[in-house]
């Protein structure tokens, strides 16, 4: 099948300092991404998502990017923090049903 | 927001017992839900799409008789571990769209199941 992969699985940052995970997506016929942060013992919790219709979507302190010419997807995270710390997935999505994620990234911040 | 409710949040069992996990949507309906396991230091991989009322449906590989899935009303998925082993040992997690909030996928807290 078709997978979703990140480049880098561990990403050590300074805190305040920007964080940019990377994500490369397979299936040209996915519609919709969504980035995940997930702590230890916990299930994902939503951080923000992205159309195909769109390249570009902020949020508070994080933005999406999506490159669909070279199937790429991007989560940059403004003036990391300490609660930053966790496992970053993303996942694809194709009309609306099932997701599929990508392998994760361990984003570590350091004071 | 949309929050779904998963109990229990850990779980330790005998092997050969069986172990059901609930899956709740508290403040919407939801005709989908779905059921992950994910080892430690793994990515979540879908087991099966629960449907209101019908069958669900199961990823390859996935053995629909020892993960019975049952999705009796619009708030409620159950995931039972049949005659467990150590190997499915996993931390089971389930997730809910909320059909009135369009392509929104709320997930659980998860559960850490231990077979010993």
């Known amino acids: 099948g078709e997978n979703v992969g990140l480049h880098l699985p561990t990403l050590s940052v300074q805190e305040g300092d920007n964080s940019i995970i990377n994500c490369a997506y397979s299936?040209?016929?996915?519609?919709?991404f969504i980035w995940y942060k997930q702590e230890s013992g916990k299930g994902p919790q939503f951080i923000i998502d992205?159309?195909?219709?769109?390249d570009k979507r902020q949020g508070q302190r994080v933005t999406v990017l999506l490159n669909k010419t070279v199937k790429h997807l991007s989560l940059q995270i403004a003036a990391t923090q300490p609660g930053d710390s966790a496992v970053y997935f993303c996942?694809?999505?194709?009309?609306?049903?099932?997701?599929?994620f990508g392998t994760g990234t361990q984003l570590k911040v350091e004071l | 927001g949309a929050v779904v409710s998963q109990h229990p949040s850990w779980v330790i069992c005998k092997s050969g017992t069986s172990v059901k996990i609930e899956c709740r949507s508290l403040?919407?309906?939801?005709?989908?839900m779905f059921w992950y396991r994910q080892f430690p230091k793994q990515s979540l991989m879908l087991m099966a799409t629960?449907?209101?009322?019908?069958?669900?449906?199961?990823e390859q590989g996935v053995e629909k008789d020892k993960f019975l899935i049952n999705h009796a009303s619009l708030t409620l998925s159950t995931l039972t571990v049949t005659s467990a082993h150590p190997e499915d040992s996993s931390f089971y997690i389930c997730?809910?769209?909320?059909?009135?909030?369009?392509?929104?996928?709320?997930f659980g807290s998860g559960t850490r199941l231990t077979v010993v």
């Open positions: 997730s809910a769209r909320d059909s009135g909030r369009g392509l929104g996928y709320t």
């Open positions: 299936n040209s016929a996915s519609d919709y």
């Open positions: 992205i159309r195909s219709n769109m």
């Open positions: 996942a694809e999505n194709i009309r609306g049903n099932k997701l599929t």
């Open positions: 403040d919407f309906q939801a005709t989908t």
């Open positions: 629960s449907n209101e009322g019908s069958k669900a449906t199961y």
